[in-house]
């Protein structure tokens, strides 16, 4: 049942894709409406759409973060696994 779930999800992505870009858009037009009582809390809050650009900024950053992580932990040189020619032995 989740395969055939995630089946159509991915035959249907281009269509999910633009539904979260509509409700993405939906969220920060509706920030322009949210009434605003004095100042906030933060610095952020007087300000339209700040917590979503600082959460799509977070998401990116830790994305870029990660994949360094990786690669530098877990990537290996193309040849490790080969058989070393000069000493005959695997590494």
């Not at 952020?44 to 973060?65: A, Q, Y």
């Not at 690669?71 to 290996?76: I, N, W």
């Amino acid at each position: 049942m989740m395969g055939k779930f995630f089946g159509f999800l991915q035959q249907k992505s281009s269509i999910l894709k633009w539904l979260f870009f509509i409700f993405l858009a939906g969220t920060v037009c509706f920030d322009f409406f949210v009434p605003r009582h004095g100042h906030g809390h933060f610095f952020g809050d007087s300000i339209i759409g700040f917590w979503g650009f600082f959460g799509l900024i977070g998401c990116l950053v830790m994305i870029i973060f990660c994949k360094g992580i990786a690669h530098s932990f877990l990537m290996k040189d193309v040849d490790y696994y080969w058989e070393d020619e000069d000493e005959g032995i695997v590494r």
